[in-house]
């Protein structure tokens, strides 16, 4: 078993690959494009709506599809770097991206969009970011990889945090479809510039690919992430607006078809787990040497980078919720306010190695989740009606740090646990686990944010003696299938509508918006409760250089 290594670990033995700091850049810039189209997405759904002349909810359905491809092929994408090479699987997957992206820029209508950004983009993906992580451990040794994946960890969570600013300028000043065609220009320059930067190790034995393995793997974390996606929609127990086929509604038992869903795909990972064992009995090239979870900091890492991903998305999901419905923000604006964390956390994930150095990369998660939980913590006593600038500020600037300090960390820990042979597959469990927290983290938070508006909606109005008989009854109603996050004066509007008297609208406007500003502070202290739970997954975690305890 290989010596669980921190962010300072000596060079292993070899020849010296410290080979500058442009084929970092390459690796980098492409991190950052895999990760920036989905905020783009995010803060461009009215335009897009718009420009295809299709619904929110079509959109949306893009979006999930999208991580529904990545979660489904990361691990065979990883897989194929061993078959191909981990330079050229990067060439070719960052093309089928790029592919994915111009056709994304000329889609005439939703179907197109669907095979460009959520099907082509998708897969692509799924090749690029393994391939990323390996080439990093290839090209770096020691101090230097640390640094590396602090940078391309910086990159992502930059590209988290400015993708509203970038989308949201671009979309109100041009068009939503310009940043596509910005990726296809940046995406050339990487595949120009790849061959004289990027290493091209030799291939000695290349391995058979395991396709029914591929098949298992892929269903199973297809079925178990599409359900945890749906779950703020569908219900996670009791169904809500339950997906209907026919007319018919498909509630098996009662139940919502969420936790059947994913309770499928564990059952295909079961599966794929009794295939993947039989085949090594067998002699069989596998899919994913199971071996590799049986690493202590490996899997510590891979548990943390879970919770990473699950407390930065929840909180993704939370504050542009409250930036845009509460405080009416555009999304360039909303984007302004989120840049203090996008500094912060880059700032931080080049600190963070060394750091390590002298604290050990333990201590510095463990510090990253307490900022996390104070930054939340914070943010929390800043939402209001009126926004508390300096506050939010500094509230955002601490949990840029934390974000920051644990990027540093995981991405280096998880790579640098797996023997040298295994970096592509160790980079498809990195990857599976960034979707898998990602989709965690906004279906947890959403699912917290609806119930709990929800449920102080309608205790409100029952207490609220301006409200009609009439009108409590039908929000009590409405508030089983969930009710949505809108601004108050559409609320009012739709009272309105609805036949009560202006004083009546204004009474339920003002119970919903007081039940809003409840549900965010509630949403934004699970994110809180998540980050302190999550100090408990950093305990396998290196805690000195040696890669000992």
């Given at each position: 078993?290989?010596?669980?290594?921190?962010?300072?670990?000596?060079?292993?033995?070899?020849?010296?690959?410290?080979?500058?700091?442009?084929?970092?850049?390459?690796?980098?810039?492409?991190?950052?494009?895999?990760?920036?189209?989905?905020?783009?997405?995010?803060?461009?759904?009215?335009?897009?709506?718009?420009?295809?002349?299709?619904?929110?909810?079509?959109?949306?359905?893009?979006?999930?599809?999208?991580?529904?491809?990545?979660?489904?092929?990361?691990?065979?994408?990883?897989?194929?770097?061993?078959?191909?090479?981990?330079?050229?699987?990067?060439?070719?997957?960052?093309a089928i991206y790029g592919l994915g992206s111009l056709t994304t820029a000329i889609s005439p209508n939703l179907t197109v969009l669907l095979i460009g950004w959520s099907t082509i983009e998708g897969i692509g993906?799924?090749?690029?970011?393994?391939?990323?992580?390996?080439?990093?451990?290839?090209?770096?040794?020691?101090?230097?990889?640390?640094?590396?994946?602090?940078?391309?960890?910086?990159?992502?969570?930059?590209?988290?945090?400015?993708?509203?600013?970038?989308?949201?300028?671009?979309?109100?000043?041009?068009?939503?479809?310009?940043?596509?065609?910005?990726?296809?220009?940046?995406?050339?320059?990487?595949?120009?510039?790849?061959?004289?930067?990027?290493?091209?190790?030799?291939?000695?034995?290349?391995?058979?690919?395991?396709?029914?393995?591929?098949?298992?793997?892929?269903?199973?974390?297809?079925?178990?992430?599409?359900?945890?996606?749906?779950?703020?929609?569908?219900?996670?127990?009791?169904?809500?607006?339950?997906?209907?086929?026919?007319?018919?509604?498909?509630?098996?038992?009662?139940?919502?078809?969420?936790?059947?869903?994913?309770?499928?795909?564990?059952?295909?990972?079961?599966?794929?787990?009794?295939?993947?064992?039989?085949?090594?009995?067998?002699?069989?090239?596998?899919?994913?040497?199971?071996?590799?979870?049986?690493?202590?900091?490996?899997?510590?890492?891979?548990?943390?980078?879970?919770?990473?991903?699950?407390?930065?998305?929840?909180?993704?999901?939370?504050?542009?919720?409250?930036?845009?419905?509460?405080?009416?923000?555009?999304?360039?604006?909303?984007?302004?306010?989120?840049?203090?964390?996008?500094?912060?956390?880059?700032?931080?994930?080049?600190?963070?190695p060394r750091l390590a150095a002298g604290f050990a990369p333990r201590r510095v998660a463990q510090a990253g989740f307490l900022a996390l939980v104070a930054a939340a913590v914070l943010l929390l006593d800043t939402?209001?009606?009126?926004?508390?600038?300096?506050?939010?500020?500094?509230?955002?600037?601490?949990?840029?740090?934390?974000?920051?300090?644990?990027?540093?960390?995981?991405?280096?820990?998880?790579?640098?646990?797996?023997?040298?042979?295994?970096?592509?597959?160790?980079?498809?469990?990195?990857?599976?686990?960034?979707?898998?927290?990602?989709?965690?983290?906004?279906?947890?938070?959403?699912?917290?944010?609806?119930?709990?508006?929800?449920?102080?909606?309608?205790?409100?109005?029952?207490?609220?003696?301006?409200?009609?008989?009439?009108?409590?009854?039908?929000?009590?109603?409405?508030?089983?299938?969930?009710?949505?996050?809108?601004?108050?004066?559409?609320?009012?509007?739709?009272?309105?509508?609805?036949?009560?008297?202006?004083?009546?609208?204004?009474?339920?406007?003002?119970?919903?918006?007081d039940a809003e500003l409840d549900a965010l502070r509630r949403a934004l202290g699970a994110v809180a409760a998540l980050a302190l739970l999550a100090l408990w997954t950093t305990r396998r975690l290196p805690l000195?250089?040696?890669?000992?305890?």
């Amino acid at each position: 078993m290989p010596a669980a290594v921190g962010a300072a670990t000596p060079p292993r033995a070899g020849p010296a690959r410290n080979a500058g700091w442009m084929p970092i850049v390459v690796l980098a810039s492409a991190q950052f494009v895999m990760v920036l189209d989905s905020s783009v997405m995010n803060v461009s759904i009215s335009q897009i709506v718009a420009d295809l002349d299709t619904s929110i909810q079509g959109v949306q359905a893009a979006i999930t599809f999208y991580t529904l491809v990545m979660a489904s092929l990361m691990m065979l994408g990883a897989k194929l770097g061993d078959v191909l090479g981990r330079s050229r699987c990067f060439a070719i997957g960052l093309a089928i991206y790029g592919l994915g992206s111009l056709t994304t820029a000329i889609s005439p209508n939703l179907t197109v969009l669907l095979i460009g950004w959520s099907t082509i983009e998708g897969i692509g993906a799924a090749m690029v970011i393994p391939a990323i992580m390996a080439l990093v451990v290839a090209t770096y040794d020691g101090a230097r990889r640390a640094t590396a994946f602090g940078i391309v960890g910086g990159a992502a969570g930059a590209a988290i945090a400015t993708g509203p600013l970038i989308g949201g300028w671009v979309t109100t000043e041009f068009s939503w479809r310009y940043v596509f065609v910005g990726e296809v220009v940046v995406v050339a320059a990487i595949l120009l510039s790849r061959r004289r930067v990027l290493p091209n190790l030799p291939i000695s034995h290349p391995p058979h690919l395991d396709l029914v393995g591929a098949a298992l793997a892929g269903g199973g974390l297809g079925l178990a992430v599409f359900g945890i996606l749906k779950s703020s929609t569908w219900g996670w127990v009791e169904p809500l607006a339950a997906p209907e086929i026919g007319g018919h509604e498909i509630t098996p038992l009662g139940f919502s078809i969420v936790p059947f869903l994913i309770l499928a795909g564990i059952g295909l990972l079961m599966a794929f787990a009794v295939w993947e064992e039989r085949r090594e009995r067998d002699g069989a090239d596998t899919l994913l040497d199971r071996s590799l979870i049986r690493i202590p900091p490996l899997r510590a890492g891979l548990i943390a980078l879970t919770m990473q991903q699950l407390t930065l998305l929840g909180t993704f999901f939370v504050l542009p919720v409250y930036l845009q419905v509460v405080l009416g923000l555009d999304a360039f604006e909303t984007g302004k306010r989120l840049f203090p964390m996008s500094v912060t956390m880059f700032i931080a994930a080049l600190a963070g190695p060394r750091l390590a150095a002298g604290f050990a990369p333990r201590r510095v998660a463990q510090a990253g989740f307490l900022a996390l939980v104070a930054a939340a913590v914070l943010l929390l006593d800043t939402i209001d009606v009126e926004l508390d600038g300096t506050a939010f500020a500094v509230g955002l600037a601490i949990f840029g740090v934390g974000a920051g300090l644990l990027i540093s960390q995981l991405g280096n820990i998880i790579m640098s646990s797996s023997p040298e042979a295994k970096t592509n597959e160790a980079g498809g469990l990195q990857g599976t686990a960034q979707n898998l927290g990602a989709s965690l983290g906004t279906a947890l938070i959403g699912s917290i944010l609806i119930a709990t508006l929800s449920s102080g909606f309608v205790a409100r109005v029952a207490e609220n003696p301006r409200v009609p008989e009439r009108a409590r009854q039908e929000i009590t109603q409405r508030a089983q299938a969930g009710i949505p996050v809108v601004p108050v004066a559409d609320v009012e509007a739709a009272a309105r509508d609805g036949g009560v008297t202006p004083a009546q609208a204004q009474a339920i406007a003002d119970d919903y918006g007081d039940a809003e500003l409840d549900a965010l502070r509630r949403a934004l202290g699970a994110v809180a409760a998540l980050a302190l739970l999550a100090l408990w997954t950093t305990r396998r975690l290196p805690l000195r250089m040696d890669g000992k305890r």
